[in-house]
């Protein structure tokens, strides 16, 4: 009995460790600049800055987050980033990256966060989320182009 259990738990952690996505194979330059600029933007709302926040959108931006009816524009992005800046503050963030595929200047990548944040009243909330984000190198700089996000489940 006892030796079944052992063969059950070491299938276990094998089938965990080869059939898990692994993150150890080497990013290329391309790619570790835009995961910085993904980390950026979070630390952006830590920091409370909200002119940093508001510099990864590229001026095309087009949007699609889990709280949205429809999809959103430039505009009305910077309107949420002013909202949000006013009304919550990021306190933690933890993301994991599961790939950033480059096609030329374009940069897709799928992530997911788990956030803490606290309202201006002070209550604490947590939220998981997974991401679908878009960027676009322009003159240099990864832009985001467009951002969807779903709720985990």
Do not use: C, H, M
């Given at each position: 009995m006892k030796n079944s259990i052992?063969?059950?738990?070491?299938?276990?952690v094998i089938l965990v460790l080869f059939c898990s996505?692994?993150?150890?194979?080497?990013?290329?330059k391309n790619q570790?600049?835009?995961?910085?600029?993904?980390?950026?933007?979070?630390q952006a709302y830590v920091d409370g800055d909200l002119s940093e926040a508001k510099?990864?959108?590229?001026?095309?931006f087009r949007g699609w987050h889990?709280?949205?009816?429809?999809?959103?524009?430039?505009?009305?992005?910077l309107e949420r980033e002013e909202y949000s800046f006013e009304n919550r503050n990021l306190v933690f963030f933890k993301l994991h990256p599961f790939?950033?595929?480059?096609?030329?200047?374009?940069?897709i990548v799928f992530y997911s966060s788990e956030v803490i944040e606290k309202d201006k009243n002070g209550s604490g909330k947590t939220a998981k989320k997974k991401w679908v984000e878009s960027f676009q190198n322009q003159?240099?700089?990864?832009?985001c182009i467009?951002?969807?996000?779903?709720?985990?489940?």
């Open positions: 052992k063969k059950v738990i070491a299938a276990g996505p692994s993150f150890a194979q080497e990013w290329t570790k600049e835009v995961w910085s600029t993904v980390n950026n933007w979070w510099s990864i959108y590229a001026e095309d889990a709280s949205d009816y429809a999809p959103t524009s430039y505009d009305k992005a790939a950033i595929d480059i096609r030329d200047d374009i940069a003159d240099g700089k990864w832009l467009s951002s969807t996000s779903f709720d985990r489940l």
